[in-house]
């Protein structure tokens, strides 16, 4: 990564101010909004108090994150100053070890947030967090374990809020091309392989699977495998694989690997052959699906690989996605893989406490809905005010999920996560052993006690 000037967040802070009725982007009491959990906020009086909010989010982005804090700045009075950064983990550490830190910061891994809360950094949010999270995500378990780390002494307490996320557990498909061959779209990983396999029979290509990406590559295959140990196991085999009281080469980590080779190690099953998997780019790899005759019929990737479809693509007519399935044999339920931002406090004050009791209220929620690029498990917030019906079918995925996790490469170590585990998948692809690679990535990690 390019080496950036590191400055305070306070200099950098927008002069924000309180936001005025009239710069709402949405009036008050118009729309299908859920106006009443707004409503309270108005007798909320911050007037006089600034709170510093520092994320990763810039541009567009942060013209979103603006619009909603614009609603608490127009009810509270508070003086609500956001800054973002694109070198947000390296400055908030900074910003935190020199004991200038922002009011909130906004932590894209939970990782990083979890050392700061163990080096004393954070402020926890209380039992009553913990309660809410559970109680009114979907999923709220999962959640609620997320937002828990470690303290200083060990106490592990509820430190972040989740909020605005993205899912990682989807196939995209061509909808046309599955009617003109008379698929259906799977409902159970059994189902999946079936069609896998009836697609290769009838003489097409079923996936499109790339994972070049310079000196990331490798990285697409970490989802591919995440998702399949989440599929074949409990969750707590995932969250001991990803703290590595599971070891990589564990026998069920192992066989998760494979279950990743089943697709991708099939000469039959992906465009270009097997050998073509680690030299393909991830952008390049679902062009595949738009070709004529269709190179490919499907493509496992994140929510955000539209922005590399064709010109013009129209995400609902020319191009689909289904959730990634999970096997109705093993009783798993319907888990969901994904990422996400976490809001935190790293210089505890009143006005920062009611801003994170904000973002309970489905009005806060609501607002970027609407908008554009915003996903939620909050079952509270109402789905007619999405914006975007893409976005709409997305976010059912994660309110019908029963067990959401973390990107686990984001989880681990940075050596192994966003290193060996690469690799290590780039080589297996290539020919080794699922075996061997996971002695090699377990060995790898062993290295950094």
Same mark, same amino acid.
């Given at each position: 990564?390019?080496?950036?000037?590191?400055?305070?967040?306070?200099?950098?802070?927008?002069?924000?101010? %309180?936001?005025?009725?009239?710069?709402?982007?949405?009036?008050?009491?118009?729309?299908?909004?859920?106006?009443?959990?707004?409503?309270?906020?108005?007798?909320?009086?911050?007037?006089?108090?600034?709170?510093?909010?520092?994320?990763?989010?810039?541009?567009?982005?942060?013209?979103?994150?603006?619009?909603?804090?614009?609603?608490?700045?127009?009810?509270?009075?508070?003086?609500?100053?956001?800054?973002?950064?694109?070198?947000?983990?390296?400055? &908030?550490?900074?910003?935190?070890?020199?004991?200038?830190?922002?009011?909130?910061? &906004?932590?894209?891994?939970?990782?990083?947030?979890?050392?700061?809360?163990?080096?004393?950094?954070?402020?926890?949010?209380?039992?009553?967090?913990?309660?809410?999270?559970?109680?009114?995500?979907? %999923?709220?378990?999962?959640?609620?374990?997320?937002?828990?780390?470690?303290?200083?002494?060990?106490?592990?307490?509820?430190?972040?809020?989740?909020?605005?996320?993205?899912?990682?557990?989807?196939?995209?498909?061509?909808?046309?091309?599955?009617?003109?061959?008379?698929?259906?779209?799977?409902?159970?990983?059994?189902?999946?392989?079936?069609?896998?396999?009836?697609?290769?029979?009838?003489?097409?290509?079923?996936?499109? &699977?790339?994972?070049? @990406?310079?000196?990331?590559?490798?990285?697409?295959?970490?989802?591919?495998?995440?998702?399949?140990?989440?599929?074949?196991?409990?969750?707590?085999?995932?969250?001991?694989?990803?703290?590595?009281?599971?070891?990589?080469?564990?026998?069920?980590?192992?066989?998760?690997?494979?279950?990743?080779?089943?697709?991708?190690?099939?000469? %039959?099953?992906?465009?270009?052959?097997?050998?073509?998997?680690?030299?393909?780019?991830?952008?390049?790899?679902?062009?595949?699906?738009?070709?004529?005759?269709?190179?490919?019929?499907?493509?496992?990737?994140?929510?955000?690989? *539209?922005?590399?479809?064709?010109?013009?693509?129209?995400?609902?007519?020319?191009?689909?996605?289904?959730?990634?399935?999970? @096997?109705?044999?093993?009783?798993?339920?319907? *888990?969901?893989?994904?990422?996400?931002?976490?809001? %935190?406090?790293?210089?505890?004050?009143?006005?920062?406490?009611?801003?994170?009791?904000?973002?309970?209220?489905?009005?806060?929620?609501?607002?970027?809905?609407?908008?554009?690029?915003?996903?939620?498990?909050?079952?509270?917030?109402?789905?007619?005010?999405?914006?975007?019906?893409?976005?709409?079918?997305?976010?059912?995925?994660?309110?019908?999920?029963?067990?959401?996790?973390?990107?686990?490469?984001?989880?681990?170590?940075?050596?192994?996560?966003?290193?060996?585990?690469?690799?290590?998948?780039?080589?297996?692809?290539?020919?080794?052993?699922?075996?061997?690679?996971?002695?090699?990535?377990?060995?790898?990690?062993?290295?950094?006690?």
């Amino acid at each position: 990564m390019k080496q950036r000037l590191m400055v305070g967040v306070a200099s950098l802070a927008l002069l924000a101010g %309180a936001a005025s009725a009239q710069d709402l982007i949405f009036a008050p009491g118009e729309g299908e909004f859920t106006w009443d959990s707004y409503t309270p906020w108005q007798d909320v009086d911050l007037s006089g108090q600034q709170i510093t909010v520092f994320g990763p989010w810039l541009g567009p982005d942060q013209e979103l994150v603006e619009s909603v804090l614009d609603y608490f700045r127009a009810a509270t009075g508070a003086d609500v100053r956001y800054t973002g950064s694109d070198s947000f983990e390296q400055q &908030i550490v900074v910003d935190l070890e020199g004991g200038s830190p922002p009011n909130i910061a &906004i932590f894209p891994q939970p990782g990083l947030a979890a050392d700061m809360a163990r080096r004393g950094f954070l402020t926890p949010l209380g039992d009553d967090t913990a309660a809410w999270l559970t109680e009114n995500y979907a %999923a709220g378990q999962s959640w609620a374990d997320l937002a828990t780390f470690a303290g200083p002494d060990g106490t592990k307490a509820v430190y972040v809020f989740p909020f605005k996320i993205d899912v990682k557990s989807l196939v995209w498909y061509v909808p046309e091309n599955f009617e003109d061959a008379g698929y259906e779209v799977p409902q159970t990983m059994e189902e999946l392989k079936a069609l896998t396999e009836q697609i290769a029979a009838d003489g097409e290509t079923p996936w499109c &699977i790339g994972l070049g @990406s310079g000196g990331a590559t490798g990285w697409p295959a970490t989802d591919w495998v995440e998702d399949m140990v989440l599929r074949t196991q409990p969750p707590e085999v995932y969250d001991g694989w990803v703290s590595n009281e599971v070891k990589f080469n564990d026998p069920r980590i192992v066989a998760a690997i494979d279950d990743f080779g089943w697709f991708a190690r099939n000469d %039959a099953f992906v465009a270009g052959g097997a050998n073509s998997v680690a030299a393909t780019d991830f952008r390049d790899s679902p062009k595949g699906l738009f070709s004529s005759p269709p190179q490919c019929y499907m493509h496992h990737m994140a929510s955000f690989i *539209p922005t590399f479809f064709p010109e013009g693509t129209v995400v609902g007519q020319d191009v689909d996605f289904f959730y990634f399935p999970a @096997s109705a044999e093993l009783g798993l339920g319907k *888990p969901v893989l994904g990422a996400g931002t976490m809001f %935190a406090i790293t210089n505890d004050s009143p006005g920062a406490e009611q801003l994170i009791k904000f973002l309970e209220s489905p009005i806060a929620h609501e607002i970027w809905m609407a908008q554009r690029g915003f996903l939620t498990p909050f079952k509270g917030a109402n789905q007619e005010v999405f914006g975007d019906p893409t976005l709409k079918k997305m976010n059912q995925i994660l309110l019908n999920a029963d067990t959401f996790r973390f990107d686990g490469s984001d989880l681990m170590p940075g050596a192994v996560g966003a290193g060996s585990f690469w690799t290590g998948m780039v080589d297996y692809v290539g020919g080794k052993s699922s075996q061997d690679v996971a002695d090699e990535i377990q060995r790898s990690w062993d290295a950094l006690k």
